[in-house]
């Protein structure tokens, strides 16, 4: 039986192989799944509120800025609560499928 210990590999082709993430890794991809369930949320709502009438969230100029505003904090805390849709999820295992990771 062939000996396939990690001895026998020579060191150049070690180099590239990709290192388990580490914490921090780990915790970036966590934060950009989040952050992209966020705005696929924010998103969403927004095409949800569009068919919104002017009389029922109006405010004139400083309206539309405070409706994005408004649109933005529902999908951030909609990501929070209760693990969100579960995109992020799916997202961060696919980002650590993509590095070569299991999750």
Known sequence: MADTSLATVPVDLLQG?????????????????KDFEASFISIMLGQMFDGVGE?????????AMFKSFLLDAFSKQMTKANGGLGISNAVQREMLKLQGLEG
Not at 17 to 33: F, L
Not at 55 to 63: A, D, I
């Open 17 to 33: 192989a990709p290192k388990a993430p580490s914490g921090e890794t780990r915790e970036k991809i966590k934060a950009t799944a």
């Open 55 to 63: 009389s029922e969230m109006s405010g004139g100029p400083g309206g």
